[in-house]
């Protein structure tokens, strides 16, 4: 029988921007039934989304996809008990209308959308069970490692019980999409077999391929048309190594180029780099423009000249390729990066901006005095050859006919 019903286990649904969005759109647009069991938005700033709670919107028809909403606790703001709470949560309530969904729906097949935490997983895998289907497991975060290097947190017992969970998981997924080639050999170590693991690269949204973007004028936000705009969208997280970012932006200033560096999102970091701007009298060089929907982005990005990228310097990080690279990419704009391995690789090849490694400020520092004194010709090559990289080798229409194409193959596979 031909997959046709498909239920997406994802830690983050509409309007949270993440590619699963489009991936259950798109899925649904190609006349599949597509039915999304994902928690109540609340990333990243922590809190419900307006209009959100336990008893609102937790079920929602959006764009021909069903989506179910669990009850949880939102993460909170720079809080690991509110983020254990979170994750927690989540997992017993997932498992709860996982077991009740399977015994009152059919599906055909499982498709996990995994970010972090990984127990998603194992109620996915539990719905496989009871319905004898196949799971594909869509891996962007690897685990256990990233709860080590990112944490500090490294109790022995503990990080056994995770790595037996993974494996568990992986050995009950019929396929695992990797975003970056270097997941590859830490899958492969934990008994998945290689050609199981399928290389499923990011790309950017619609919005940011649209030129029908409206106009905003830089000086309402406090900026000076006049000088050299670095812009940073996302999460402003631990990941992202704001500390040698605005290390960075301390020894730019000093010079005698007049730059200002712009910051649209919001994270667990958000509150120490305000802070940080204003100890340091840096509030006429340094903005937070807040967050925003996605449809309002590449506004934001129109008037950037240079697009940031920074990750801490953990092997973590070096395996990992951040969607915002293909954005940033689709964008034609300029990349400056502070980022080691896999996603320093890719800008390097695509010839498309300035990178130092992941904790190397002074370098930042230097790259940013760099652009700065490039003339606009310049910065518009480096632009115009990010957008032939993305072009060529990532693209929402190629990751769609290679998912769709898999589903094909997987009708002639028996479930692991």
């Not at 928690?39 to 008893?55: E, Q, S, T």
């Not at 685990?143 to 503990?158: A, C, D, H, R, Y």
């Amino acid at each position: 029988m031909a997959i046709k019903r498909i239920l997406i286990f994802t830690n983050h649904f509409h309007p949270e921007s993440f590619k699963v969005n489009d991936i259950a759109f798109e899925l649904a647009k190609n006349n599949y039934v597509v039915t999304v069991l994902t928690g109540i938005p609340n990333y990243p700033a922590g809190r419900f989304y307006k209009g959100y709670g336990l008893l609102k919107k937790r079920r929602e028809f959006i764009n021909g996809v069903d989506v179910i909403r669990v009850p949880l606790i939102p993460r909170g703001k720079n809080s690991l008990l509110m983020l254990s709470l979170n994750y927690l949560s989540y997992t017993f309530f997932l498992l709860i209308w996982s077991f009740f969904i399977s015994i009152t729906r059919r599906f055909d097949l499982i498709l996990v959308h995994h970010t972090s935490p990984i127990f998603l997983g194992i109620p996915a895998v539990l719905v496989k069970k009871m319905q004898r289907i196949k799971m594909l497991f869509w891996n962007l975060d690897l685990w256990p490692e990233s709860v080590s290097e990112t944490t500090g947190f490294n109790n022995k017992i503990l990080m056994r019980g995770l790595d037996k969970i993974v494996r568990f998981i992986y050995r009950n997924s019929d396929k695992i999409l990797i975003s970056s080639k270097s997941f590859r050999s830490s899958i492969a170590n934990k008994g998945m077999d290689k050609d199981r693991i399928i290389y499923f690269p990011n790309w950017s949204e619609d919005v940011f391929l649209n030129n029908n973007i409206k106009h905003i004028n830089a000086a309402e936000y406090g900026l000076d048309n006049d000088a050299l705009k670095i812009m940073f969208a996302g999460n402003i997280g631990a990941a992202q190594d704001m500390e040698n970012v605005m290390e960075a932006i301390i020894l730019a200033s000093a010079e005698k180029y007049f730059i200002n560096w712009i910051f649209v999102g919001e994270g667990r970091k958000i509150d120490w780099m305000v802070n940080r701007v204003m100890e340091l009298k840096l509030e006429d060089r340094v903005f937070f423009l807040g967050q925003y929907p996605i449809e309002f982005i590449p506004s934001f990005f129109k008037i950037a000249d240079i697009m940031l990228i920074s990750l801490k310097n953990e092997k973590i990080f070096s395996l990992t390729v951040p969607a915002k690279i293909q954005t940033y990419m689709a964008s034609s704009k300029p990349i400056l990066a502070m980022v080691s391995g896999e996603s320093a690789s890719i800008i390097e090849e695509a010839k498309c901006g300035l990178m130092c490694d992941a904790g190397d400020y002074k370098s930042l520092a230097k790259n940013m005095i760099t652009f700065a004194q490039m003339d606009t010709t310049k910065r518009k090559e480096l632009g115009d050859n990010g957008f032939k990289y993305y072009q060529t080798f990532f693209s929402k229409n190629k990751a769609v006919k290679s998912l769709i194409d898999l589903f094909k193959e997987l009708n002639s596979l028996k479930a692991h």
